[in-house]
């Protein structure tokens, strides 16, 4: 296995039901590593004959979205040069354009009716009389202006100018960029809605018709079943960038009017209502842990709120206790959804089918499908621990789709027929479909790479960390594994810190078990799926119990006698980055070290990462009130106690985790005469996107690992 097979694998996702259960769309990813690029197409798969055929072939098609009758469907290609939705008969022929000087961002939703589609796009929406700040130069709007409008076209709408373009960036806001995304400037994220013609419109392009105003950020909507009211979450004030909250926002569609529905706690994203209008469904938490709070799934019963409204009142917003969280007495996060390397993305959220809402939940690393169903009376007992009631309502939740050992990574459902996209540790992720209690695999056109490739068996354990916690760990074993054999090590440490690990697909794993190591990773204190005691208890006190976990997961595969003791690794990207420069103060442990995307000292990275308020609570308080902790907390302070050999990689643009990190413990490391290199990809973010980065990533990886594992240990 090499690293260049990443890009030999071809990607299944983002599946869609007809409305009646009958056919399946999904886009198939493929990729070609000379010209470093990746192509979408969009399939469609016949549920009653098996058939599978080819729909679309300009090789940027996404995001496929059936007509609610079914004879359409809608995706999105920028293959006319930008973003832009696209219609085709699901049975065949030519795809045709519904053209609009928005670039379509994202994800996009059709009216109830199918008379409409709306998306987000950027728009600029400051008033007439708005300059960036006071005692700004006088010509400083029009700068503003030009490079909002320049923002806005696409590679092929920019004309070639003379010179360069004023590109100087002027910050007021608090938050002011994102990882991934770049620098905010001065645009928003708005809601558009155009109509959908039955017939090709041409290709003039026409503005659609903006739902949302002002200078504020909106998410994607869901329509009321009579198609008058939108919902989205959004934060309408001046000051939102100070407070870790969204709240739920009614608008009607043909006025523009918009209401205050749900003052919320916090976070609220995902809004769907119910078939009959009743209900909006929504993922969210109340913030009292930050991003430590673990995610839950809520229904809202808006019909009253709805029916003030349409009768020309203001009702007052609906808060907290007005919602029914469904999800609290399982305490586990709601929403989240297992990650494969590689992969596509996934569908996912809240799918309502008449009374029942479905939604994923991640329990000890493992996803599954849940039903949310209201019931009529009262529980009986034996529903007790699965039943949750409020607002007079009492709902009751099933389990009904999910196997450990299996990770899911999408799924939707129509009809009674469900499709999703699952993985194993030993197989990438591929898209099935349940009907009628029968499984069927839809795609499967990686077995061949997969028979040629030699990938390790793998293993679920528990085990007990320094303090007695119990802990979930995998193990992958070495390909041609023998008993008795002593293998070397590497274990890998997942970022967050609240992510987790589970039976999903990994390339890097299966990449190291190919050569001949035996790969270990775990879910420590702070991961996601075991409960919010579980995920908060290392707020503020990272390096402590987080570490003590992993390192208990090492001398548990250790103790089966498999491990070559002088040749133990360690790989971590960003969390996992800050674990393993912490590690390698701490311990001698490790034959040789790489960590990714780092954070070597927390007290520096404040307000140089994107995520201000995730630092402040996470890494325990400001730097102007906690500077000590950060800094005995920092793998910086304790660069002096390092002897493993370590190799820093990093992107040049890592907005998350600033390279400035990396940097200042590799020169640390270097003046004190250690054992160090620093890689810089140029141009990548947080996570690294060019396929040959990518590839060199791993190929390094390898290298390093290999070397000292060949060197005798000093």
Request: hydrophobic share 30%.
């Amino acid at each position: 296995m090499t690293p260049q097979d990443l890009f030999g694998f071809k990607c299944f996702g983002d599946s869609r039901l007809s409305p009646d259960g009958t056919r399946l769309a999904y886009v198939r990813q493929y990729h070609d590593l000379e010209k470093e690029k990746s192509y979408t197409d969009i399939w469609i798969y016949s549920i009653e004959t098996g058939e599978t055929k080819k729909l679309t072939n300009s090789g940027k098609d996404r995001s496929p979205r059936w007509s609610p009758d079914g004879r359409r469907l809608a995706f999105t290609s920028d293959r006319s040069g930008k973003s832009q939705i696209w219609i085709i008969d699901p049975s065949g022929g030519e795809a045709w354009r519904i053209p609009t000087k928005e670039d379509v961002r994202g994800e996009f939703v059709w009216s109830p009716d199918g008379s409409k589609i709306f998306f987000t796009s950027q728009a600029f929406s400051k008033s007439e009389e708005w300059v960036p700040y006071p005692g700004a130069p006088d010509d400083d709007r029009a700068r503003a202006v030009e490079q909002a409008n320049r923002a806005l076209k696409s590679k092929d709408e920019k004309p070639k100018e003379n010179g360069k373009p004023n590109d100087i960036k002027v910050i007021t806001r608090l938050r002011y960029r994102m990882d991934g995304q770049g620098y905010f400037g001065d645009l928003r994220s708005h809601v558009f809605w155009v109509k959908v013609p039955d017939t090709p419109p041409g290709d003039t392009e026409e503005p659609a018709t903006q739902l949302t105003v002002g200078d504020y950020d909106h998410g994607l909507p869901d329509i009321t079943p009579c198609g008058k009211y939108a919902v989205l979450s959004a934060l309408r004030r001046e000051d939102a960038d100070y407070h870790q909250k969204s709240d739920l926002w009614l608008f009607e569609v043909e006025s523009g009017k918009s209401v205050l529905l749900y003052d919320a706690p916090g976070p609220s994203h995902g809004p769907q209502f119910s078939p009959d209008g009743r209900y909006v469904a929504f993922f969210g938490h109340d913030s009292a842990r930050s991003v430590s709070t673990r995610t839950d799934l809520y229904a809202l019963p808006v019909a009253d709120f709805i029916a003030k409204v349409s009768r020309g009142e203001t009702p007052e917003p609906l808060t907290l206790r007005d919602a029914v969280n469904l999800t609290a007495r399982l305490d586990r996060a709601a929403g989240s959804l297992g990650g494969s390397e590689p992969r596509y993305q996934g569908g996912g959220g809240v799918i309502w089918q008449g009374a029942d809402a479905y939604f994923a939940l991640t329990d000890h690393g493992e996803v599954f499908i849940y039903r949310a169903s209201r019931q009529t009376g009262n529980p009986t007992p034996q529903d007790a621990t699965t039943a949750a009631s409020g607002n007079g309502e009492s709902w009751r939740l099933d389990k009904v789709l999910g196997t450990p050992g299996r990770a899911m990574g999408g799924f939707d459902l129509k009809a009674g027929v469900f499709a999703f996209q699952a993985s194993t540790p030993e197989t990438p992720e591929d898209i099935f479909v349940l009907k009628d209690n029968v499984e069927t695999r839809v795609t499967r056109e990686n077995d061949e790479l997969l028979s040629q490739l030699s990938l390790g068996k793998h293993e679920k354990f528990q085990y007990r960390s320094g303090d007695g916690q119990e802990l979930d760990g995998w193990l992958i074993y070495p390909h041609g594994y023998e008993s008795g054999k002593k293998y070397p090590l590497v274990l890998l440490v997942h970022g967050g810190p609240h992510g987790a690990y589970g039976s999903s697909f990994m390339f890097s794993a299966q990449l190291f078990a190919s050569r001949g190591y035996a790969v270990a990773y775990c879910n420590p204190r702070g991961s996601t799926s075991y409960g919010q005691e579980f995920m908060a208890v290392i707020d503020g006190d990272w390096g402590n119990k987080d570490y003590m976990d992993v390192m208990a997961c090492v001398e548990a595969v250790a103790q089966r006698g498999i491990v070559d003791e002088d040749n133990i690794f360690v790989h971590g990207w960003s969390y996992g980055g800050y674990w393993t420069v912490w590690a390698v103060t701490q311990t001698d442990r490790f034959r040789a070290a790489c960590a990714g995307a780092c954070v070597s000292n927390l007290h520096s990275d404040y307000g140089t990462s994107d995520i201000m308020w995730a630092d402040e609570h996470e890494y325990g308080g400001k730097p102007w009130e906690k500077a000590d902790l950060l800094l005995e907390r920092s793998a910086l302070s304790h660069v002096a106690n390092v002897t493993t050999p370590i190799l820093l990689l990093h992107g040049e643009n890592d907005l998350r985790c600033p390279i400035s990190q990396s940097e200042q413990f590799y020169v640390g490391l270097k003046r004190l005469g250690k054992t160090a290199v620093l890689v810089r990809y140029p141009d990548e973010y947080h996570g690294l996107r060019r396929h040959l980065h990518r590839v060199d990533r791993y190929k390094r990886m390898i290298a390093w690992f290999e070397y000292y594992r060949n060197q005798p240990k000093s």
